[in-house]
T-cell receptor, first 114, second 113 residues
């Protein structure tokens, strides 16, 4: 059974710092991995999607990497800003079956201090 | 394109009642998935519909059901509400069978008293 873990559970950094959020999964047979952010009481905003055949994806100040063999993904945020404060979630779609089911991690609550 | 919309945004019900939530996917998207988010359990998959067929179902009791219409809009129903059903219910849509980004709606906040 696939399990997804995110470390740390919470992180507080000063504005301008570069930071890394971690996501690990127990079954390496994934189809893809997606990073989301969630603001308090709101829905999820998709940040990056990495297919199982890819090693990384970049969007602006965000860079996500994927190492399937070790069951890990990282989200790198460069030059953090107070507006980056949110909960960050990673989710995997398993490789088997024709389904869009996502298995989510527990999230990392990020606070960027001005 | 308009994003995923969910109605209503907030609901207050009492134990034993039933509730129906609605989700309109992004135009052209045929896959709609539903998730329940609670502080204790996080985000858990409820079910997925693709072209009006339920394709997958999570580990929830039969009180939770759903359907999808020919225009891809989806509804989920919870009967005989329990206090533990209080949660944020999110739906997500995707354009293709697999491998595509999933886009989430703002959610419906359900409070059961």
């Amino acid at each position: 059974k696939q399990e997804v873990t995110q470390i740390p559970a919470a992180l507080s950094v000063p504005e301008g710092e570069n930071l890394v959020l971690n996501c690990s999964f127990t079954d390496s047979a994934i189809y893809n991995l997606q990073w989301f952010r969630q603001d308090p009481g709101k829905g999820l905003t998709s940040l990056l999607l990495i297919q199982s055949s890819q090693r990384e994806q970049t969007s602006g100040r965000l860079n996500a990497s994927l190492d399937k063999s070790s069951g890990r993904s990282t989200l790198y945020i460069a030059a953090s800003q107070p507006g980056d404060s949110a909960t960050y979630l990673c989710a995997v779609k398993d490789g088997g079956g024709a389904t869009n089911k996502l298995i989510f991690g527990t999230g990392t609550l990020l606070a960027v201090q001005p | 394109k308009a994003g995923v919309t969910q109605t209503p945004r907030y609901l207050i019900k009492t134990r034993g009642q039933q509730v129906t939530l609605s989700c309109s996917p992004i135009s052209g998207h045929r896959s709609v998935s539903w998730y329940q988010q609670t502080p204790g359990q996080g985000l858990q998959f409820l079910f997925e519909y693709f072209s009006e067929t339920q394709r997958n179902k999570g580990n929830f009791p039969g009180r939770f059901s759903g359907r999808q219409f020919s225009n891809s809009r989806s509804e989920m129903n919870v009967s005989t509400l329990e206090l533990g059903d209080s949660a944020l219910y999110l739906c997500a849509s995707s354009s293709r069978d697999r491998g595509e980004t999933q886009y989430f709606g703002p959610g419906t906040r359900l409070l059961v008293l």
